[in-house]
């Protein structure tokens, strides 16, 4: 990930309902929530859950895909995995192995039998 990459999704995630969104749809995994599922969580209004959701998917933090009439987002992992091995790329001097250092990656849950 480049400075610029990372800057788009910190800046992104900066933002208290940006954020909520954002650990939701971690939280729901692959699967993913639909927007109006969302917008129950959250209780924000349409158009502003939709403002949000733009800002999140243009940092390459969230994608959607449209179901017949519904919108089903996702937590993009990958970028979220670029981010935070950006964000400790550096860590201990760039030794990973020195002592409290490790390795920082996320996948979706597993699904709940």
Known sequence: MKPKEALACLAALAQEHRLNLFRLLVEAG??????GELAAATGLAGATLTSHLHVLRRAGMVSDERRGR??????RYT???SLLGFLTKNCCAGSAAADGCTTVACKPPRKKP
């Open 70 to 75: 519904v919108i089903q987002c996702r937590a």
């Open 79 to 81: 970028q979220m995995n």
């Open 30 to 35: 692959d699967e993913g929530l639909s927007v």
